[in-house]
């Protein structure tokens, strides 16, 4: 079988990575692709956006299954578009995705569905928002309620600064049309975990725990990002809490969805927030997430392909991915001016001296320019390791990110913080 992955960041490395490995696929193919596809598969120079292109590739080479990465082209329809030419593709279709190009799509389908999350006010015009944040009280949270790259989202402490980030979104129009209409909701308290399930639209399968760190900084400081590292499992996520956002949340939504005739195939990611046991909604992508999609990948004995096909099939029931049981851990390495306009041509030494230390280097922006590997955005790359424990994995990363060579590179030194400082207080009681 023919794979063709969509995309160009450290995630659709890692699913070609993975896919190649099965025994099945015969060939992978990357649109367009990085300098790390280009080693597990053919990169082909088509954009994302260019659905037609796509399509007409996908047919000529004779693809057995298409894996879109990212989300904007799912918002753009591309699923819809290779079904109607009978391609199998792995997403759902442009009316699905909606949960993830409007944020509040996504609210109305919570609230019909009965499913968990914070207070909140769609807001069509400035002066409707300004009354949202009065409403609310502080803190408060002003989403764009569009795709804006996983940065739309502002999270406020005072009236002022929620109103400046209603200027910054809706006026200035800093993420363009995204922020043609603004979601301003309550800000919730809590713990942020990541919850990846498949769905063939009626079952629903969760994937294994995985947390990622959102803000640049060590400690959670600075401003949030695309992520900046994670680890997989997330100890956060208890059995039982893994029953009640089955209960409260996966399922209802799908059913919900279904009811509205979307039967939604794919990655169904929920970014939720836990206090005190109890789960709330912040967001969903229909994606995997990244870097989450990285230490997944890295721990997932199962067979991807065998797994894309239940989901594509209708026959998700009765299925249990098997996971290694180690952990995994992540650390992203990002461009000098990341989340702002990211320093790009900067030479990258060191990679293969990383994959020595038992780690994997996964590629998001980079390019090969004069036979050299060199960075091409904002997050660059992904170190992730595997570890008889999490503490093992997170050395382990942090010893591949230390021999490589990327001038002025940005990264944290406490991925896995939470985890790590959780299982030490419980070894000192």
Known sequence: MRVLVIGSGAREHALAWKLRQSPRVSAVFCAPGNAGTATVAENVDIAPERIDTLRDFARAKEIGITVVGPEQPLVLGIADGFERDGLRVFGPTRAGAELEGSKAFTKEVLRRAGAPTARYHVCDDAAAAYRAIDALGTPVVVKADGLAAGKGVVVCASAGEARAAVDQLMTRRIFGDAGRRLVVEECLRGEELSFMALTDGVSVVPLASSQDHKRLRDGDLGPNTGGMGAYSPAPLLTPALEARVMETIMRPVIAELRRSGIVYRG???????????????????????????????????????????????????????????????????????????????????????????????????????????????????????????????????????????????????????????????????
Do not use: K
Request: charged share 20%.
């Open 267 to 429: 990655v169904l990611y929920a970014g939720l927030m836990v206090d005190d046991g109890a789960p709330s909604v912040l967001e969903f992508n229909v994606r995997f997430g990244d870097p989450e999609c990285q230490v997944l990948m890295l721990r997932l004995r199962s067979d991807l392909v065998e797994l894309i096909e239940a989901v594509l099939g209708g026959g998700l029931a009765g299925c249990v991915p098997e996971w290694d049981p180690r952990p995994s851990a992540g650390v992203v390495l990002a461009a000098p001016g990341y989340p702002g306009p990211p320093e790009t041509g900067t030479p990258i030494g060191g990679l293969d001296a990383a994959a020595e230390a038992e780690c994997v280097v996964f590629h998001a922006a980079t390019a090969r320019h004069d036979g050299r590997v060199v960075s091409s955005g904002g997050r660059v790359l992904t170190v992730a390791a595997l570890g008889d424990d999490l503490a093992t994995a997170v050395a382990r990363a942090y010893a591949g990110v230390a021999r490589i060579d990327f001038a002025g590179a940005q990264y944290r030194r406490d991925i896995g913080h939470r985890a790590l400082g959780a299982a030490a207080r419980e070894e000192s009681t």
